[in-house]
């Protein structure tokens, strides 16, 4: 007879490895993504001690991205309020250099918002894989809102 002598309990935290790169994963999944990433983390967190601090740093990482993704908002937001009168009166004067000038500066918040999506694709691919070998990644350049 086929016994499993494995010492290993199914609950010890064997596969938290695994609950950890789906967490670190599951924000890249548009709409329900962060829901998702938080509900795994509340399913394994009493069984797996360890999902804490990677859900602390996921939570870090996603505040400091929305906190930024509203600053360029902002920064949008302001110079094309600031930007349209000068884009209008060149228009009207038929004045190219001016309107492409004023027009050019709209864009450095939308070339922020695509760094920033790109960073956090990134970041969290490689949170995922130190998470894959059992380590919590700091994520860089995150301001620790829920702690370290």
């Known amino acids: 007879m086929n016994q499993d002598t494995s010492s290993e309990n199914p609950n010890s935290g064997g596969d938290s490895s695994a609950f950890a790169v789906g ?23 009493g069984d797996r001690p360890g999902l804490d601090a990677h859900m602390k740093t996921i939570g870090n990482l996603l505040i400091t991205f929305f906190l930024a993704n509203i600053a360029m908002g ?4 302001l ?28 864009i450095i918040p939308l070339v922020g918002f695509l760094v920033l999506s790109v960073g956090m694709i990134i970041l969290l691919v490689i949170g995922a894989f130190h998470a894959s070998q059992g380590v919590v990644y700091q994520y860089p350049l995150t301001f620790p809102f829920l702690g370290r």
């Open 79 to 106: 110079t094309g309020l600031l930007n349209f009168g000068v884009v209008m009166q060149n228009i009207v004067i038929a004045n190219p250099i001016a309107f492409f000038t004023a027009l050019s500066t709209m």
């Open 23 to 45: 967490m670190h994963l599951l924000p890249l999944v548009p709409v329900w993504g962060v829901l998702l990433s938080i509900a795994l983390w509340l399913i394994g967190r």
């Open 74 to 77: 902002i920064l949008f937001v």
